[in-house]
Nanobody, 118 residues
Framework: QVQLVESGGGLVQAGGSLRLSCAASGYTFSNYYMGWFRQAPGKEREFVAAISGSGGSTRHADSVKGRFLITRDNAKNRLFLQMNSLKPEDTAVYYC???????????WGQGTQVTVSS
């Protein structure tokens, strides 16, 4: 049974940092692309960042480029999102996703809330 469990969300002031983590189980972690999406109240879910199974390829949304960094630890089956210089518009529920093909979101976590105060 595939499980993706996010952690690390919370309340932070603008300009601050948070590190999100996603613990994966139930599948061969390194075979899957992983990504982060987010959904703000009243808005559609949007792509944040993605990383290939090996970790050799990454992609970040323009809105977070230079501030967020996606990484993974295949030995520990964990995905990370380092978020720096946070802005109030980064406030959202952040979801971890996994897919056998790049961009194919087969599995989703339950989400973790990130709130950035101004």
């Amino acid at each position: 049974q595939v499980q993706l469990v996010e952690s690390g969300g919370g309340l932070v002031q603008a300009g601050g940092s948070l590190r999100l983590s996603c613990a994966a189980s139930g599948y061969t972690f390194s075979n899957y692309y992983m990504g982060w999406f987010r959904q703000a109240p009243g808005k559609e879910r949007e792509f944040v960042a993605a990383i290939s199974g090996s970790g050799g390829s990454t992609r970040h949304a323009d809105s977070v480029k230079g501030r967020f960094l996606i990484t993974r630890d295949n030995a520990k089956n964990r995905l990370f999102l380092q978020m720096n210089s946070l802005k109030p518009e980064d406030t959202a529920v952040y979801y971890c996703v996994a897919g056998i093909e790049w961009g194919q979101n087969d599995y989703w976590g339950q989400g973790t809330q990130v709130t950035v105060s101004s």
